[in-house]
């Protein structure tokens, strides 16, 4: 997803010194009065407040700096018997995993080897203002055939990602795990496996950018979506009867539609069903698995057959642990279970939710030596688990540990979710990206961010650079997926200054408009 910048007379100014730091001539215009009676001025990536904050990480910090190399450049992937062009990293598909432990200092050197620019963005982190990845809001972005240097620390644990922030890249091979360890987390785990879920367009179907072309021309009519339901702006109130006519139930939590794109396939860890990725275990491992949904715009169904999972984080943060059948996971979200490996052979398999297209799957098996086995549409549908108890976000809780010290907020901010023009256009506050309206806020305030679905899609809705607490006593998610006509409430601490973007991680809603920032002030 890559904002564009305002036109010239409230362009970021770049300005010499520190990387990616940035000047503050007219960023928003004049800055528009808060209801408390004040008024600031925008703090910028490069303001003294945000490095005091990396500062005081690093006081806290481990001390280990772990350095990596990134190269991002056109390469050719095999999925498993499909060969396709594409963009990735180093030329891996999901690409390289970093891993660390909390409090490490993580540097990586990226090399844009693309024929376009790209950042990159580390997807939940709450990480410096000014390594955010976003062009022409936190960075520059980085030109063809040029480089970056990202450093920061990173504060938290959790199952974590990284893709760039421009154009439609996400929905190449540009995408890979950031796995950040905890060094007080006891040993339960017989051991892991990471899962990156995606759907897949590039270099076999329609490219990404055509996609987004005829989304922008054709709107959802031209997908085959619900077209003009969408356009439902200003019916507060009327949630409950939105949410029935876009078919929320508890067979359809997310709705009847589910997506504006059919892809032609979808994988586990680059793989198809045909060729699957292959979880080898033992009978008896207490196995955790770390799911990354990677996908532009499918939300997935998740199950391990003949498996129960144990839900244990979400987005990177722990939760009171929670056994279900199966869970939906949207664009963006991260959840990490706990099985406990049966006997046999077994599909890992994560189906469309509530759009079409063919079902991604990889394989849990204990025969040793054993090698990929097809696994067909059939058996795949076979799967009982996908019918069984389903996760909600009402069962999901943060630990004690990670809750939020409960506190009246000092700043209540609103977003209403809205369509425009057939599709055409994805709003926040009646506004595109271009046109936005920033959400102001002070540093060190208790901030409550109320979002309302006013279309009859759903919306995974991601904020940058910190990790709210989901309604009353909830789970600690960057990433929550607001179904049609909910009215959900985020509850976060500013303590992270800085310019953040918030928006709609379904790559061609956002890229359509549907993206805003969160603005502290001065």
Same mark, same amino acid.
């Given at each position: ?200 367009? &590039? $270099?076999? %179907?329609?490219?990404? /950018? +055509? ?12 997908? #085959? @979506? ?9 019916? &507060? $109130?009327? %949630?409950?009867?939105? /949410? +029935? ?12 539609? #589910? @997506? ?263």
């Amino acid at each position: 997803m890559s904002p564009q910048l305002p036109p010239v007379s409230r362009r970021w100014l770049l300005g010499a010194g520190t990387a990616g730091a940035l000047g503050a001539a007219g960023v928003f215009g004049l800055p528009r009065l808060l209801d408390d009676g004040l008024s600031g001025s925008p703090v910028l990536p490069g303001a003294g407040s945000v490095q005091a904050t990396e500062t005081a990480r690093e006081r806290a910090a481990s001390g280990q700096v772990v350095r990596r190399t990134l190269s991002a450049r056109a390469t050719e992937v095999d999925l498993g018997g499909r060969v396709v062009p594409t963009w990735t990293y180093g030329g891996e598909l999901p690409g390289p995993e970093i891993r660390l432990t909390a409090g490490d200092r993580l540097q990586v050197a990226l090399t844009n080897g693309l024929p376009d620019e790209t950042t990159v963005h580390w997807h939940g982190l709450a990480l410096r203002n000014d390594m955010d990845g976003v062009p022409g809001l936190t960075q520059q972005a980085v030109a063809a055939g040029a480089s970056f240097d990202y450093d920061f620390v990173v504060p938290h644990p959790g199952t974590y990602w990284f893709h760039p922030h421009v154009g439609t890249q996400l929905d190449t091979g540009l995408y890979a795990p950031l796995i950040v360890e905890d060094p007080d987390e006891q040993g339960r785990y017989t051991d892991e496996v990471v899962l990156v879920l995606d759907d897949w367009t &590039d $270099g076999w %179907g329609d490219s990404p /950018a +055509d996609l987004l072309a005829r989304l922008a021309a054709e709107g959802m009519s031209g997908m #085959g @979506g619900m077209g003009d339901m969408g356009g439902m702006g200003g019916m &507060d $109130g009327m %949630g409950s009867h939105m /949410a +029935d006519m876009a078919g929320v139930s508890p067979d359809t939590p997310l709705g009847r539609d #589910g @997506g504006d794109v059919v892809y032609p396939a979808n994988l586990v860890n680059g793989r198809l069903p045909s060729d699957p990725f292959v979880v080898p275990a033992k009978r008896g491992d207490r196995l955790r698995l770390r799911l990354i949904n990677a996908s532009g715009d499918t939300a997935f169904r998740f199950a391990v057959a003949g498996h129960v999972l144990r839900v244990t984080h979400t987005d990177g943060f722990p939760v009171r642990p929670v056994e279900v059948d199966t869970l939906v996971i949207g664009m963006g979200e991260r959840y990490d279970v706990e099985i406990e490996v049966q006997d046999g052979s077994f599909p890992i398999v994560a189906r469309p939710e509530s759009k079409e297209g063919p079902s991604a799957a990889a394989l849990l098996t204990t025969a040793p030596g054993s090698r990929r086995m097809p696994l067909s549409s059939r058996e795949l549908a076979r799967v009982t688990e996908l019918g069984g108890r389903l996760l909600r976000l009402d069962d999901l809780a943060a630990t004690e540990a990670v809750a939020l010290e409960r506190r009246t907020p000092d700043r209540e901010l609103s977003m209403s979710l809205e369509m425009g023009d057939g599709g055409r256009e994805w709003l926040i506050n009646g506004r595109t990206y271009e046109d936005r309206e920033p959400l102001e806020l002070r540093q060190g305030e208790r901030v409550r961010l109320e979002m309302v679905n006013n279309t009859m899609m759903f919306h995974p809705m991601h904020l940058h650079g910190h990790t709210p607490v989901i309604g009353e006593g909830g789970p600690r998610k960057d990433t929550v997926n607001v179904v049609p006509g909910q009215r959900l409430s985020l509850d976060f601490d500013a303590d992270n200054p800085g310019q953040w973007l918030t928006h709609c991680h379904n790559l061609y809603h956002g890229e359509l408009g549907m993206m805003t920032v969160v603005s502290y002030v001065a």
